[in-house]
């Protein structure tokens, strides 16, 4: 077992907070995720500090001490917090909690250490290591934690039923720390888990969606993903994403469920990308497969403008999991032109389509390109090499035409202004058409990416406009 007094002895902060802890009379623990990552030997900036007594005016003294001038004390919730050489520092009086049915907040009481233990999540974070000066550095592992650890086990340190009864969020907590640290979820706490999914529904959405992107942020998604969906969890939280499951499709290049073919395609992501929406655009980029299934004989399943409908659903998604809508147009783009790559693979394929792609996805093009590679599931791996290769040629024409037309940030070398003063109108819908005329031009490769053209092609064009208003 690790020998947490030596590995405290490397922060001199620790012993200026137990010497704190002795002046006041009261007992002092690290407790927590610091403490689970240093026997996983995992990096971590976070410690949380278990005061038997006032926890915030513990912190108070120690970030004078630290000669620390923010710190945030949480009156109500009789919690403190302040940063310190890199570390944040979380600190709470040690507490019994009880709930009601139609609330996950606590109803607090000062308590004991086991009082404080009892309460927690799950047995790898109710670990504890005392700064005490009888036992400094002592591990107090009532649940067996170390154990899970080493086991690399999820599992509650009471029954799991009261304990999701009492904090629904926790079944998140549950999959996102198996989805974060590759560990199993103990069968008793999975059965409870889907047991007590309906109990999500009083659950905040915003931290809903918090866990829900702590999962997709992991180094393998899939796991948390495949947990929320046997169980059940999906369909309270991500329903759209649960109705995939058990949807055949073509085993051509894909897996041939929809759901486990995207768990493939966000790890494909993952293992490559660490944008979390890119990760989140992966999950969502067939969502209306479900809705748009056809089978046609010789053919197979089918699910023609799954792109378009997906990309429309995504307003209501963003609404409904309070997402930024500053990134609905980003991931709406990519659903949309997800089989857009694939169709120009084409040794004779236009330069004119190439251009029509590279402007749709404009400076989201790579990200398009990540996405639409991982999106190859195919278990045959002749199949994914030669896809691999396809999109390698889409990329080298890509590259090819956008030196050759300087296409970055592309639209019309003459402006609207511009258009309005040489056919003598005002602003209108004919501005944009004739501007829109300019452009489309361009994409086609009638007239080149250049002023000179265009301001030429828009004196040939502009009496045809004219004349039919």
């Keep these: ?63 004078k001490r630290l000669n620390v001038n923010q710190i945030n004390i949480f009156k109500n919730f009789g919690t403190a917090h302040f940063h310190y050489e890199g570390f944040s520092f979380e600190f709470v009086g040690a507490r019994k909690e009880s709930y009601s049915r139609k609330s996950r907040n606590p109803i607090v009481t000062p308590g004991t250490l086991d009082d404080d233990l009892n309460r927690r999540d799950f047995t790898i974070n109710t670990l504890a290591v005392s700064l005490n000066k009888n036992n400094y550095g002592l591990l107090i592992d009532k649940f067996n934690g170390a154990t899970d650890i080493e086991n690399k086990i999820i599992r509650t340190p009471l029954d799991p039923e009261l304990t999701f009864n009492d904090d629904p969020l926790r079944i998140m907590r549950a999959f996102r720390f ?82 486990y073919h995207t768990c493939i395609v966000v790890d494909n992501v993952a293992n490559v990308n660490d944008n979390i929406w890119l990760r989140f655009a992966a999950l969502v980029h067939d969502i209306a497969k479900p809705q748009t299934k056809k089978f046609i004989e010789g053919i197979g399943w089918t699910f023609h403008g799954h792109e378009e409908i997906g990309a429309r659903m995504m307003k209501y998604v963003f609404e409904r999991m309070k997402l930024p809508t500053h990134k609905l147009a980003y991931i709406e ?66 590259h090819e035409v956008k030196e050759k037309d300087k296409l970055r940030a592309f639209q019309s070398p003459v402006k609207g202004d511009e258009i309005m003063k040489v056919c003598n109108i005002q602003p209108s819908k004919l501005v944009g058409e004739i501007k829109s005329a300019i452009e489309e031009a361009i994409l086609d490769g009638r007239i080149g990416n250049n002023y000179e053209e265009a301001y030429s092609y828009l004196l040939k064009i502009k009496d045809q406009f004219l004349t039919k208003n």
Excluded: W
Aim: glycine share 4%; proline share 3%.
């Design 1 to 63: 077992m690790i020998d947490f007094s030596t590995i405290l002895h490397k922060y001199d902060f620790l012993k200026t907070a137990a010497k704190i802890a002795e002046e006041r009379n009261e007992e002092l623990y690290l407790v927590g995720g610091f403490v689970r990552d240093l026997i996983i030997n995992r990096s971590s900036n976070e410690m949380d500090f278990l005061v038997i007594g006032n926890g915030p005016a513990f912190a108070l003294e120690y970030s």
């Design 178 to 259: 198996a989805s974060q640290l590759n560990f199993q979820v103990d069968k008793s706490t999975f059965e409870a888990a889907a047991k007590m999914a309906n109990r999500l529904t009083i659950v905040a959405q915003e931290r809903i969606t918090d866990e829900f992107f702590k999962i997709l942020a992991s180094p393998q998604p899939s796991i948390g993903l495949i947990l929320l969906y046997t169980s059940g969890v999906m369909k309270i939280i991500f329903p759209e994403i649960a109705e995939m499951g058990g949807v055949e499709q073509r085993n051509e290049y894909h897996h041939k469920d929809v759901f």
């Design 333 to 398: 783009k990519l659903i949309r032109l997800h089989l857009r790559p694939i169709a120009l693979v084409d040794e004779q394929v236009t330069d004119s389509a190439i251009r029509r792609l590279i402007v749709s996805a404009d400076e989201d093009l790579e990200d398009l390109i990540i996405l639409c590679r991982a999106d190859i599931t195919s278990k045959n791996p002749n199949k994914v090499n030669k896809y691999l290769e396809n999109y390698e040629l889409v990329m080298n024409k890509v």
